[in-house]
């Protein structure tokens, strides 16, 4: 039996300050499962926990498109992204989009760790924290908003 946890929550600021609550680390801390699980298991998995935690999900960013962020609460944008690596610049910019236009003003960016993608994910090229967070840095000074990224890893029991 395996399950999942926020295994960067050591880096990262106030819980509360980048729009988690311990509700939300206690739930995903929570999930179990054995065997392979798919990004689509995971995601919805997430997502739940999430909502079940007041974000809305499914926000759509424009009327006359239909762009949509994985989730909203209060002033935080959500993305849950377990995709391709080359398609996360997509998703900063829709975030970004909603910053520029007031909706939000930071935001939340869930992506498995390494060792997760390499043992149950078998998705290839995905995003990955290790890899993301190290890109991003480069380019911090460029996102006019405050990106709090969470790495979700894997503990076998």
Same mark, same amino acid.
Do not use: W
């Given at each position: 039996?395996?399950?999942?946890?926020? +295994?960067?929550?050591?880096?990262?600021?106030?819980?509360?300050?980048?729009?988690?609550?311990?509700?939300?680390?206690?739930?995903?801390?929570?999930?179990?499962?054995?065997?392979?699980?798919?990004?689509? +298991?995971?995601?919805?998995?997430?997502?739940?926990?999430?909502?079940?935690?007041?974000?809305?999900?499914?926000?759509?960013?424009?009327?006359?498109?239909?762009?949509?962020?994985?989730?909203?609460?209060?002033?935080?944008?959500?993305?849950?992204?377990?995709?391709?690596? #080359? #398609?996360?610049?997509?998703?900063?910019?829709?975030?970004?989009?909603?910053?520029?236009?007031?909706?939000?003003?930071?935001?939340?960016?869930?992506?498995?760790?390494?060792?997760?993608?390499?043992?149950?994910?078998?998705?290839?090229?995905? #995003?990955?924290?290790?890899?993301? +967070?190290?890109?991003? +840095?480069?380019?911090?000074?460029?996102?006019?908003?405050?990106?709090?990224?969470?790495?979700?890893?894997?503990?076998?029991?």
């Amino acid at each position: 039996m395996n399950r999942i946890s926020i +295994s960067n929550i050591e880096d990262l600021r106030t819980i509360s300050d980048i729009g988690l609550d311990n509700n939300i680390v206690r739930d995903i801390d929570n999930v179990k499962f054995s065997g392979v699980i798919t990004s689509r +298991s995971l995601r919805e998995t997430l997502l739940d926990i999430f909502c079940n935690n007041g974000y809305v999900k499914g926000f759509k960013i424009c009327d006359n498109h239909n762009l949509r962020i994985t989730g909203i609460k209060d002033n935080i944008g959500l993305s849950i992204f377990l995709g391709h690596y #080359a #398609a996360v610049y997509y998703e900063v910019t829709k975030l970004l989009y909603l910053k520029n236009k007031g909706i939000i003003t930071k935001a939340i960016f869930v992506l498995p760790s390494k060792n997760l993608h390499k043992n149950f994910l078998k998705n290839a090229n995905m #995003a990955t924290y290790e890899r993301i +967070s190290n890109q991003m +840095s480069l380019f911090k000074n460029q996102f006019n908003i405050d990106i709090e990224f969470i790495c979700i890893d894997i503990k076998q029991q």
